[in-house]
């Protein structure tokens, strides 16, 4: 606790872990801003109700693989909740035709729940977004090392549980195609592969006149130290030689970056509306991922995310990523600081360069990342 206190202070300062101890406190005392506790209203039409029972509170995965699919269900005329496992009540199964667990381990309440399912006919979908259910990856990879110790067997053993309880599935849904893959391992018929996308496009801006170029990079989670590490090198080599330069971290990043703390700006997990703000103001999305099993299954959608706003985005040429990222929207290298340094540098000396592929990366995402594109081809996987 004291170790994980310590590194706050270091990289936040006192009043943002002040902020951070708040939060907290305010997660006991008011649970409904935290976490999915109410289902408002009764389906009118069973055969049209989906229901997402998660293990996360409210999230960016929560948000990514529950609420934004809820509302691409809305859009075409279906009816969707989210709850959160410790406030379901089982009398509502019995009105919903599908039933999506997302993230869950398994547990007496949620094998009730699934037996329940089963009683009234409903379809039960399996829901994952990253490969959190291979014990032996997380152990491989070492993706637990920053869980206090006395978190990590606890986490662990949740993993094997996720795993158990993916067996007892026919059907599945993953956000990527090397994901789904992967779960076909478990589960005993189909997964399905509904993409990460957007929930509303935000509005355009024009960003103010400046010499200054912002590369930004947006960790999801505690783990990425060595994603970042990749970059790290060639990042550094451009500040040096870029005194216009700035980089923006935005998440939980334990790194030692010598003397250029007056161009290193650091940001906390922040809320959606904070987050796009501060995403809104760089020129330069840095995507980068250590090639590993876990991390192929990771989803683009950092890259998404970015093209809302015409930023161009650099990725690594991994999984599902390097996929989705087409000719022209944005760019993908190998994970060499030649080809990392080559491409941040072609962008900043070449305004016209950015403008144009931003633009291209909007215009692809707006076309393909549709909610009625997407709400459909859920429904179509629902109903076969």
């Not at 994980?4 to 406190?25: S, V």
Request: charged share 30%; with cysteine; net charge neutral.
């Amino acid at each position: 606790m004291f170790t994980k206190l310590y590194d706050r202070l270091q990289n936040y300062g006192f009043l943002e872990t002040i902020k951070i101890a708040l939060r907290k406190l305010d997660h006991k005392l008011h649970p409904e801003k935290y976490f999915h506790t109410k289902i408002f209203e009764t389906p009118r039409d069973k055969l049209k109700s989906v229901l997402f029972i998660t293990g996360e509170g409210k999230n960016a995965n929560t948000y990514y693989r529950c609420e934004i699919p809820k509302s691409q269900l809305e859009t075409i005329g279906w009816h969707a909740d989210i709850i959160h496992y410790d406030y379901l009540d089982l009398g509502f199964i019995k009105n919903y035709q599908y039933i999506v667990y997302y993230r869950l381990p398994f547990s007496r309440k949620i094998n009730e729940t699934f037996k329940l399912g089963q009683q009234y006919n409903a379809k039960q979908i399996c829901s994952h977004d990253d490969l959190v259910y291979r014990k032996d990856l997380i152990e491989k990879y070492s993706l637990s090392d920053y869980i206090e110790l006395k978190e990590k067997a606890a986490f662990l053993e949740q993993a094997d549980s996720m795993q158990n309880f993916m067996r007892m599935f026919n059907y599945g849904l993953a956000s990527t195609n090397y994901l789904a893959e992967d779960m076909k391992k478990f589960i005993k018929k189909d997964v399905f592969v509904l993409r990460n996308a957007y929930k509303d496009v935000p509005p355009l801006s024009k960003k103010a006149v400046s010499e200054k170029i912002i590369l930004g990079y947006f960790s999801g989670s505690e783990s990425h130290d060595r994603d970042f590490a990749i970059i790290w090198p060639a990042v550094k080599d451009i500040l040096e030689e870029h005194i216009n330069v700035e980089l923006w971290i935005g998440g939980w990043i334990k790194f030692d970056f010598d003397n250029f703390t007056q161009r290193i700006r650091k940001f906390p997990f922040m809320n959606r509306d904070e987050f796009y703000k501060v995403l809104s103001k760089i020129d330069i999305n840095l995507l980068p991922l250590e090639d590993t099993e876990f991390n192929r299954a990771k989803s683009e959608i950092k890259f998404i995310e970015a093209a809302l706003f015409e930023i161009p985005t650099v990725a690594s040429r991994v999984g599902d990523v390097k996929d989705a990222i087409k000719e022209g929207s944005g760019i993908s290298v190998e994970n060499s600081e030649d080809r990392w340094k080559d491409s941040i540098e072609n962008l900043i000396n070449n305004k016209k360069s950015r403008e144009n592929l931003g633009y291209e990366a909007r215009q692809y995402i707006l076309n393909n990342y549709k909610k009625t594109l997407l709400g459909r081809d859920f429904v179509n996987f629902l109903k076969d």
